[in-house]
Nanobody
Framework: QVQLVESGGGLVQAGGSLRLSCAAS????????MGWFRQAPGKDREFVAA????????YYEDFVKGRFTISRDNTKNTAYLQMNSLKPEDTAVYYC??????????????????????WGQGTQVTVSS
């Protein structure tokens, strides 16, 4: 089992940047694919980005392509989401999640919230206009 703790959220002006971190407990972090999701007020939680165990494969939702970058450091048991050129519509609670599946990674499954076994508590990101 793994516990996930997000940090790095906050209030930023439009056009600004934030880097979210997701720290994982335990010594098996490199066995998990990682994903970032977000939930805006009154909306369903949605996929943002995902990364493979060794960081070699990444997927992004279209609305963040070119602005957000997902990465991981397995030596630090941490996944990151670098967010640049932030927009007010990026305002949401951001969650990281871990997927322990050993099946080949695909974009379809990476987008599916039910694919993920563990979730963090979320970190609030607010972008002012």
């Amino acid at each position: 089992q793994v516990q996930l703790v997000e940090s790095g959220g906050g209030l930023v002006q439009a056009g600004g940047s934030l880097r979210l971190s997701c720290a994982a407990s335990g010594r098996t972090f490199n066995r998990y694919r990682m994903g970032w999701f977000r939930q805006a007020p009154g909306k369903d939680r949605e996929f943002v980005a995902a990364i493979s165990r060794n960081g070699g494969i990444t997927y992004y939702e279209d609305f963040v392509k070119g602005r957000f970058t997902i990465s991981r450091d397995n030596t630090k048991n941490t996944a990151y989401l670098q967010m640049n050129s932030l927009k007010p519509e990026d305002t949401a609670v951001y969650y990281c999640a871990a997927d322990r599946s050993t099946l080949p990674m695909s974009e379809v499954t990476s987008r599916n919230q039910r694919q993920y076994d563990y979730w963090g508590q979320g970190t609030q990101v607010t972008v002012s206009s």
